[in-house]
């Protein structure tokens, strides 16, 4: 049995994860149309990842015997001003969600509930690798440059990306 406010906190976190997949698909759709397609591939796996997350969630609130409710979704932008400032904002995003996440495992202790503390630590860690992910697409954006063969090729190797990494 979840509490009311864990279950509430639970979903809300499940929102934030279905809008991440929302942004990323944006995202994804984006570089599509400025020919990019490897980045855009990077940016569809990454919106998969965020869909599993969610439903990590979903069956986590129903195995503790919860009701899932599914808020509304933020709309997400539908032009960016480059990849840079793609993956800008990537790593902004996922740093509100690791603060999103922290602050319901700290809910989870004040509230004595081990078992949500054990399912978040999943999250915890996965945000390390969430930032780390979005920091080095960052930083090799920058490296490259907005256009020319070295994107190109950046382009390429990101569209190498394979699910779950
Ligand atoms: Fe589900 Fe990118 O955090």
Same mark, same amino acid.
């Given at each position: 049995?979840?509490?009311?406010?864990?279950?509430?906190?639970?979903?809300?976190?499940?929102?934030?994860?279905?809008?991440?997949? %929302? /942004? %990323?698909?944006?995202?994804?759709?984006?570089?599509?149309?400025?020919? /990019?397609?490897?980045?855009?591939?990077?940016?569809?796996?990454?919106?998969?990842?965020?869909?599993?997350?969610?439903?990590? @969630?979903?069956? %986590?609130?129903?195995?503790?015997?919860?009701?899932?409710? @599914?808020?509304?979704?933020?709309?997400?932008?539908? !032009?960016?001003?480059?990849?840079?400032?793609?993956?800008?904002?990537? /790593?902004?995003?996922?740093?509100?969600?690791?603060?999103?996440?922290?602050?319901? %495992?700290?809910?989870?202790?004040?509230?004595? !509930?081990?078992?949500?503390?054990?399912?978040?630590?999943?999250?915890?860690?996965?945000?390390?690798?969430?930032?780390?992910?979005? !920091?080095?697409?960052?930083?090799?954006?920058?490296?490259?440059?907005?256009?020319?063969?070295?994107?190109?090729?950046? !382009?390429?190797?990101?569209?190498?990306?394979?699910?779950?990494?």
């Amino acid at each position: 049995m979840l509490s009311p406010s864990i279950e509430s906190a639970i979903n809300l976190q499940l929102k934030h994860e279905i809008e991440s997949a %929302y /942004l %990323y698909l944006a995202m994804s759709a984006y570089c599509e149309s400025v020919n /990019l397609p490897g980045i855009a591939t990077w940016l569809r796996i990454q919106w998969q990842e965020e869909l599993s997350h969610g439903m990590k @969630l979903f069956r %986590y609130v129903n195995d503790r015997r919860g009701r899932v409710t @599914l808020e509304t979704v933020e709309k997400p932008p539908k !032009d960016y001003a480059s990849p840079i400032a793609v993956f800008t904002l990537v /790593l902004e995003h996922e740093r509100k969600v690791t603060a999103a996440i922290n602050n319901l %495992y700290d809910l989870a202790i004040r509230e004595n !509930d081990h078992a949500t503390q054990i399912e978040l630590q999943w999250f915890v860690q996965e945000q390390v690798e969430e930032e780390k992910n979005a !920091d080095e697409v960052l930083h090799m954006l920058r490296m490259v440059g907005e256009s020319g063969l070295s994107l190109l090729m950046l !382009d390429r190797q990101l569209g190498q990306r394979a699910a779950g990494k």
